[in-house]
């Protein structure tokens, strides 16, 4: 699946808990620190990102700098399906 597929499909998991502005830049876009999920909504999160693209998310990648960003999130998943 390439980048791009993941990136609409990670942006309709965002937008069905909070609606993302359109003219939102997802490199520098920071998800998590700007509230739109908070730490109790965040393992139901992962859990639909898990079976959504059939993946196994772990403690490192869910801690990580990269997993709080769109762009981030992004790849982990990209890199987790190839």
Do not use: A, C, P, W
Not at 9 to 17: D, E, Q, S
Not at 34 to 49: A, K, P, T
Not at 55 to 61: C, E, M, S, T
């Amino acid at each position: 699946m390439d980048k791009n597929k993941i990136k609409k499909k990670i942006i309709n998991l965002l937008n069905k808990r909070k609606k993302i502005k359109k003219d939102t830049n997802f490199k520098t876009y920071y998800y998590l620190d700007n509230g739109h999920i908070d730490s109790i909504e965040i393992m139901n999160f992962v859990i639909e990102l898990e079976k959504l693209f059939q993946i196994k998310l772990f403690n490192k990648d869910i801690i990580s700098r990269e997993f709080r960003s769109v762009q981030g999130l992004i790849s982990i998943v990209h890199d987790k399906i190839k």
